[in-house]
Structure formats: structure tokens, C-alpha cells
């Protein structure tokens, strides 16, 4: 390591900063977040410098720094433009054992400000040392990103218990063996979906010696296709499953994205094929989470639009098993934003309707006429085997024949196609391009747009 990971406690402690511009306000603006007493020395102090000083309180001296300045300081931190104060400040803190950091200056500095991501009380810090704060920032953006915005409650939660813990298990490995029992169990998602107290409640069962779970359902929505459009909560809960039952339409650069151990389950149907019946899926959810598992429900788009989610939960409410739902993003808004096609548009569509295209006995049972009104955007789920019908219904009941209309295929993938053309020859232009399931059907004016919005390249 170039220098050791510590976390000062300044609570109170005087901590100062040379400088009174944006650079010198962001350190000190830290330094309150922890609680430190601020003395800031600086000929010009900035607005947000001195909105801080009122709102946090501290000294400010408006003259450049002294060596005196140093009596009773435990930590210095200069951020001026002027290379000889920050000379200065490193030699008057090195010579007094105060930790010093000097901005953008390694060689000045016994310490290095980190990137953090605060969720206190969990703190996270990153450095490169000084060598790459870009590096430190972008890491810190991918941290932020990945942890759950309510982990504080959980750290809180679990500190509250660590007395009651360590009285019940005397023993360091037998302590540690609970707490990765508790993270292990279903106690985090309880407490980052919002449900504290029922959280709560598992953990003193599990300290209890009641540690048998009933385990819990999630249903998540894998969104079209792109794995980089997965949810956050989506992504954290893949990598947590300890069995994961998938459709036919979640791809597999989104199965690799899964805990490796985990056991995985291909559940799909699809044309022509029903590998496993829906009452099958069922008892299956409900019998892995009666084991104490946490399963993972998969499903391709959103799992309440045109995915079955609502049959799946109302078998789990009325079993009793505990469930959650995160949403995925559905492929129509995927679909149509990679095709470049907005789906509602102020001069051309004032509303957009989701609309199933799936044959049942080689017809589709809709009503028509509700579909054939102006300024609206019609798109149709499982329509490819359906398009001739689709096309020749909606022209039948009124729509013109130049409508313009689009089959998207494999939507948000390196495989994605769009046939696009009017209601009147978007079969054969679909058929032309070898269009392939899954895929779904645009039809209205927003789909003239396409030629000026199309972005995405395969």
C-alpha cells in the first residue's frame, strides 16, 4: 500500500484550512459534515465559504496564513493557487506532527483527501493515492451507485442489537457467524424496501435460534433486453438469489450477471412451446420459498405489463409468502427509444396504448374501433406472428393504409432490427428483412419520426 486506510475522528477537533475559494469550501465543507471546528485563514473568502462558516459556525481570519496559526491545530489542509503558502503550510505541519494534505500536491501531503460516498454511518473512501483523482471520482460514482440508498438504516439497525448479540453469543466466531447469518438472510431487502420493524422481528427470531426462514419471492423485471438497462435494486437482488426461475425473453448477457452459484431455471414459453404451465411456476415459487430460499422471479420487460406478474403474486398473497415487486423497464419504451421512435409527441400523439397481439385460435379478439382514434400511439406485444392480422383490422376499421408503422426486433440488443414502412406494406417489409420474435409493432405518426431520431447502431 502507498499509505494506510485511516478514518480521523475530528469531532471537535480544530482542523485548518488555507483558502477561501471553491476548492478550500468543498474541504471545508467536509470537515463540517464530520463535525470539525473550522478555523479558516484566507486574504478572500467565497460566498459559499462564508455561507458555511454561518450555518456551521467557525473563525474565519481574512489575511494570509501564519506559523502561529498552527498552536492547537490537529489537522491542516491548504487549497490556495499561491505555491509558496502551500510550501509553507506542508513545513509548519510537518514540523508539528499535524497530518496535512495540500490539494493536487502529493509530495506536500502526510495524508490524501479520498472520494467518499456517505451513508453514514457507512462510509465508504477510495484513493489512488494523489496519482488520479479522476480515477478516485469515477469509482466513487460507481459506488454510489451500487449501494443502497437506506444501508444506514441497516447499519443502524444492526448496532442496535450488537449488545443483545454479544450477551447471547460469548464467542467471536459464533458472533460472526450470526451477523453473516443476518446479511444472508432476507433482513437487508426488508429494511431497504421499507418494512424496519418486520425486519426487526426476523432478526430476533434468528438470534432466538428460530432462524428458519420462510424465504421470500422477488419479482423483477429484466427490461427488454440490454443488460445495462437493469434496475439497480434489479442488479443487487441477481447477484443475491439463491434460485433464479428465468423466461425466454431475459438474455443471456443478463444471466451471466447472476451469482454464480445460484441455481437457475429456464421457466420461458413461447410460440409453439410451453415448457413449463403457469401453475407449475407457481408451486415451484412457493415450494423454494418454503425452503428458506430467496427466489428470484426473472422476467423479461416489466412483470406487470403483459408478463403474468399479477397471477404469480395473487398464488404467493394467498400462500402467505413474503414477495417483492421491482419494476422493469417495459419494451415498449425500451424498444421504441432505441429505435429512435418517442412513443408520444406534443404534434403528433397525445396518448399511447399498450395492446397484446398474441393469437388465441389464430385470431385476436380485440376491439378495434377503440384503437382507431387520431393522435394516438398503438403498440402491440407478441405481434409478429399476428402483423398481417394487425395491419388488415386497423385498416378495416378506418385507419389509412399510410399510417406510419414499424416491427422492432430484438429491441436494445446487437441483434435489435426495425422494419419500418406504412400499415399498408409493413408485412412485407417485416418478411423482407427477415424479421425474427421477439419482436413488437409501432403503429402511428410518431413513427415518421424515426428517420431524424435514429441513434442506435448494431
Keep these: 500500500m502507498e499509505a494506510l486506510p485511516v478514518f480521523l475522528n475530528v469531532r471537535s477537533v480544530r482542523c485548518l484550512v488555507a483558502g477561501g475559494g471553491e476548492v478550500a469550501f468543498r474541504k471545508a465543507r467536509l470537515l463540517a459534515r464530520a463535525q470539525a471546528e473550522l478555523h479558516i485563514v484566507a486574504p478572500h473568502a467565497g460566498d459559499r465559504m462564508l455561507e458555511l462558516l454561518q450555518e456551521h459556525g467557525g473563525r474565519l481570519d481574512r489575511r494570509e496564513i501564519r506559523e502561529e496559526d498552527f498552536e492547537g491545530a490537529q489537522l491542516a489542509i491548504a487549497a490556495t493557487d499561491d505555491p509558496e503558502v502551500n510550501e509553507n503550510v506542508s513545513r509548519w505541519a510537518r514540523e508539528r506532527g499535524i497530518p496535512v494534505n495540500v490539494v493536487d500536491q502529493p509530495a506536500l501531503c502526510t495524508f490524501y483527501m479520498p472520494a467518499i460516498v456517505d451513508r453514514s454511518p457507512v462510509v465508504v473512501a477510495i484513493s489512488s493515492s494523489g496519482t488520479s483523482p479522476v480515477l478516485t471520482r469515477s469509482l466513487k460514482e460507481m459506488n454510489e451507485v451500487m449501494m443502497p440508498a437506506r444501508i444506514d438504516r441497516l447499519a443502524y439497525l444492526l448496532g442496535s442489537m450488537r449488545e443483545e448479540v454479544k450477551n447471547r453469543i460469548a464467542d467471536f466466531a459464533g458472533r460472526t457467524a450470526f451477523w453473516e447469518n443476518v446479511l444472508d438472510s432476507e433482513v437487508p431487502e426488508l429494511v431497504y424496501a421499507g418494512r424496519e420493524e418486520e425486519a426487526k422481528t426476523v432478526l430476533e427470531g434468528i438470534l432466538a435460534g428460530g432462524g428458519q426462514q420462510t424465504g421470500e419471492v422477488w419479482l423483477v423485471g429484466a427490461g427488454p433486453g440490454d443488460p445495462d438497462l437493469l434496475t439497480l435494486r434489479a442488479l443487487r437482488l441477481l447477484y443475491r438469489a439463491d434460485v433464479v426461475l428465468y423466461d425466454r425473453l431475459v438474455s443471456e448477457e443478463i444471466l451471466a450477471r447472476i451469482r454464480p452459484d445460484a441455481e437457475l431455471i429456464h421457466v420461458g414459453k413461447g410460440p409453439e412451446m410451453h415448457s413449463v404451465d403457469q401453475y407449475t411456476i407457481n408451486d415451484m415459487l412457493i415450494r423454494y420459498a418454503r425452503e428458506g430460499r430467496k427466489v428470484l422471479r426473472l422476467k423479461g420487460g416489466d412483470p406487470f405489463i403483459f408478463g403474468r406478474g399479477g397471477e404469480e403474486l395473487t398464488t404467493l398473497a394467498e400462500a402467505g409468502i413474503n414477495f417483492q415487486i421491482v419494476p422493469g423497464i417495459t419494451a415498449a419504451s425500451g424498444c421504441a427509444a432505441y429505435a429512435?421512435?418517442?412513443?408520444?409527441?406534443?404534434?403528433?400523439?397525445?396518448?399511447?396504448?399498450?395492446?397484446t397481439g398474441h393469437l388465441k385460435d389464430g385470431s385476436l379478439d380485440l376491439d378495434w374501433p377503440a384503437l382507431i382514434r387520431p393522435r394516438q400511439t398503438l403498440v402491440f406485444y407478441m405481434?409478429?406472428?399476428?402483423?398481417?392480422?394487425?395491419?388488415?383490422?386497423?385498416?378495416?376499421h378506418g385507419m389509412s393504409a399510410d399510417t406510419p408503422a414499424a416491427v422492432v426486433s430484438q429491441g436494445t440488443t446487437r441483434e435489435q432490427q426495425v422494419a419500418a414502412g406504412i400499415l399498408g406494406n409493413l408485412p412485407d417489409a417485416a418478411t423482407g428483412q427477415g424479421i425474427k420474435a421477439p419482436a413488437?409493432?409501432?403503429?402511428?405518426?410518431?413513427?415518421?419520426?424515426r428517420d431524424s431520431f435514429a441513434w442506435f447502431q448494431t
Design 383 to 396: 405481434g409478429l406472428k399476428s402483423l398481417p392480422i394487425v395491419c388488415e383490422q386497423l385498416q378495416r
Design 440 to 449: 413488437i409493432i409501432i403503429v402511428g405518426e410518431v413513427v415518421s419520426l
Design 340 to 355: 429512435g421512435i418517442p412513443l408520444t409527441h406534443r404534434d403528433h400523439a397525445h396518448s399511447v396504448q399498450f395492446v
